[in-house]
Nanobody
Framework: QYQLVESGGGLVQPGGSLRLSCVVS????????IGWFRQAPGKEREFVAS????????NYADSVKGRFTMSRDNFKNTVYLQMSSLKPDDTAVYYC????????????WGQGTQVTVSS
């Protein structure tokens, strides 16, 4: 059974940092592309970052480039999203996803973790 479990969300002030984690089970990270997505209230889910099963440099949405860093630890079967210089517009539920394709058209989803950026 494929499972993705996110953690690390919370309330942070603008300019602050958070690190999200996504622990996967039922598969290994070197077999799937992993992505981070987010959904703000009243908005559609949007892409944040992704990394292929071969590793290499992650891809980022323009809105988070230079502020967010995605990484993975194959040994721990865990993917991370380090978020810095957070803005109120980053407030959303953050989801990790796994897919056999970098297009993420039919991924496995985690349950999400809430990130709130507010003073």
């Amino acid at each position: 059974q494929y499972q993705l479990v996110e953690s690390g969300g919370g309330l942070v002030q603008p300019g602050g940092s958070l690190r999200l984690s996504c622990v996967v089970s039922g598969f290994t990270l070197d077999a799937y592309a992993i992505g981070w997505f987010r959904q703000a209230p009243g908005k559609e889910r949007e892409f944040v970052a992704s990394i292929s099963w071969t590793g290499g440099s992650p891809n980022y949405a323009d809105s988070v480039k230079g502020r967010f860093t995605m990484s993975r630890d194959n040994f721990k079967n865990t993917v991370y999203l380090q978020m810095s210089s957070l803005k109120p517009d980053d407030t959303a539920v953050y989801y990790c996803a796994a897919d056999s394709s970098m297009s993420f058209q039919a991924p496995y989803w985690g349950q999400g973790t809430q990130v709130t950026v507010s003073s």
